[in-house]
C-alpha cells in the first residue's frame, strides 16, 4: 500500500498513499554519452540495464543489454545482445528489438551506485541520484529481495506485500522502538502510527493516516497495524504482554 495522512502543521503529517517518481522520458538519445549506464524500457521487462556501446554518425545509438532475459524480453539474440536504436527511438527500434509494433523505445540513465546492494542504502527515494520510474523500481526490487518491504519517498511511506513471514518486524520491541517523542520518520509502518500519535499527543492537533493500495497489496494488515500500534500507545500498555 501506499499511504499518506496530515494532521495540523507541516511536522505533524503523515503519508500512506505514494506518489509516482518523476519519469524523465524527455531525455533524448543525445543525452547519452558513450560507456553511458541507461535503463532501456520493454514491453515484456518493463526495464533492462544497458550499457551504450557506440555513437552513430546519424545520431543512432548501439546499447549492449546486461541481463540474460534480455535476450528473451526483447526477441535479440543471445550473443551478443546489442541494440541499435535510431534517433528519436522510433517505432522502427521497437520493433527491431521485439517490442509491439508502433511503441517507441526510452532511455532512462542509470546510477551505478544504486544498482543491486547499493539501493539498500536509501530508506527514502528522494535521496536516489538518478530519480525516475526505473531507479524507484530497482530500488523497491532490491530492499523487497533482502525483507526491507518499507520504503519512505519524502513523508509518503510505500509498503510492499511480502507475502511471507518476516519475523520481529512487527514485535513488542519493534512497537516499543518506534514509541518514542520526535523521532524522524523512518521506513516503517509503527513510524507513521507514531509520528500520528505525537501529532495528537503533542500538538493537540488531528491526525490522518490513508492508507492506499492495488487490492491484495496489504491495506488490511497495515490497517490493523496502524490501529494496534495506536491503541498500545494510548493505553501505555506493558507491550511485552501483549500477544501479537
Known amino acids: ?8 502543521g ?11 517518481a518523476n519519469d524523465s522520458r524527455n531525455q533524448t538519445l543525445a543525452d547519452f554519452e558513450k560507456d553511458a549506464l541507461v535503463w532501456v524500457s520493454c514491453d515484456a521487462a518493463v526495464w533492462i540495464p544497458g550499457k551504450v556501446t557506440a555513437l552513430g554518425s546519424a545520431g543512432e545509438l548501439s546499447v549492449l543489454l546486461e541481463q540474460e532475459q534480455s535476450a528473451t524480453a526483447w526477441a535479440v539474440p543471445a550473443s551478443p545482445r546489442t541494440i541499435q536504436i535510431p534517433r528519436g527511438g522510433g517505432s522502427e527500434a521497437s520493433a527491431s528489438a521485439g517490442g509491439k509494433a508502433g511503441s517507441a523505445i526510452h532511455l532512462l540513465r542509470r546510477d551505478p551506485a544504486s544498482s543491486g546492494d547499493g539501493a539498500l542504502r536509501y530508506d527514502d527515494l528522494t535521496e536516489v541520484p538518478e530519480l525516475h520510474e526505473a531507479a524507484v523500481l530497482e530500488a523497491l526490487d532490491a530492499r523487497f529481495a533482502r525483507g526491507q518491504i518499507y520504503t519512505l519517498t519524502g513523508p509518503i511511506l ?31 509502518v509503527f513510524s507513521v502510527a507514531n509520528n500520528a500519535f505525537q501529532g495528537i499527543v503533542n500538538r493537540n492537533a488531528s491526525q490522518t493516516v490513508l492508507i492506499s493500495g492495488e487490492s491484495g497489496a496489504g491495506k488490511t494488515e497495515t490497517t490493523k497495524f496502524v490501529m ?4 498500545l500507545a494510548g493505553a501505555r500498555a506493558d507491550v511485552e504482554q501483549v500477544d501479537l
Open 1 to 8: 500500500p501506499l499511504s499518506r495522512a496530515g494532521g495540523g
Open 228 to 231: 494496534q500500534f495506536l491503541a
Open 10 to 20: 507541516s511536522s505533524g503529517r503523515m503519508v500512506a498513499m505514494s506518489e509516482a
Open 158 to 188: 510505500l509498503a510492499v506485500n511480502p507475502f511471507r513471514s518476516l519475523p520481529g518486524i512487527y514485535s513488542p520491541e519493534s512497537i516499543r522502538e518506534h514509541f518514542e517523542e520526535d523521532r524522524p520518520l523512518r521506513p516503517h
